[in-house]
């Protein structure tokens, strides 16, 4: 398959707003193993993570060949299965913001599970169903943000995501505290976009991609619109012939905990 023939390459070698408008809407606990001396950490080899930081980032730190994909909202239930599918077949990795108001992600969080226990795509928060959170009281804001972490732990064993995105990139110093008040403390923002935000053709797409496709970018996309499903092989030509090596974002900063997830201890997978 063409995606497979590239999955080596792409694991060895990783502006614009969000959705002008929300045009969208329990796993059993499973013990975490102990760190053994036998542990093969899961990650990206030759980077590792530091510690989330508090306040901003717009794109991945120092130099290097890393591209950060990060998928916002999930109107579609088919473009999320396609997102999952993409990743499992090619070993890209992805960084997942949902909305928990979306039905795709509990249709599909089977697919996503074991993506995410295998270490290979990590979550953040986009609230739970994509207000402008500047137009929000303080508890409101909360509200948001605490039923997506909700959403988030109850469907995906997600308990410790320092990741927080606001809907269309609005936020200000007010959102941020809260954000980081609940657990969130780094605001992850962008520095490139597949445009996807809107429905367009592939070429439109493939331009975006073609632009923004550049060393230690997050790229902001969606899993909204069918148009990015049907381009998947000339996104992967990108990556390969720029020499470009995708990361998630818990590859980058991570938690104690993050950084376990996915890794091989005593022979077993730790998943949370």
Known sequence: MFLLALAAGLTGAAVGRGTAGPVEAAPTDRQALAPAAAETPAGVPGL??????????????????????????GTSTEVVAAFAAF???????????????????????????????????????????HP??????????????????????????????????????????????????????TIAMWNGTLDDSRVLSGAELLAAADRWFTEQTIIVGHANHPTVTTVYGELLDLIAVRKLRTVHLADVWATPSQRLRGAVANGQTVTD
């Open 48 to 73: 590792v993570p530091v510690a989330p930081p508090t306040g901003v980032v717009e794109g991945l730190p120092g130099d290097g060949n890393g591209i950060a994909l990060t998928i916002d909202d």
């Open 132 to 185: 402008d959170l500047t137009t929000l009281g303080d508890q409101e804001v909360a509200e948001e943000i605490r039923r997506n972490q909700d959403f988030l732990r109850t469907t995906f064993g997600v308990r410790d995501s320092p990741f927080f995105r606001p809907p269309f990139g609005a936020r200000n110093e007010r959102t941020d505290r809260i954000a980081a008040d609940l657990g969130h403390p």
């Open 87 to 129: 990743a499992a077949d090619s070993g890209v990795r992805l960084t997942f913001f949902p909305n928990g108001c979306y039905s795709s992600w509990t249709d599909n969080a089977p697919a996503l599970r074991r993506l995410l226990d295998s270490g290979q795509v990590s979550f953040g928060n986009h609230t739970w169903s």
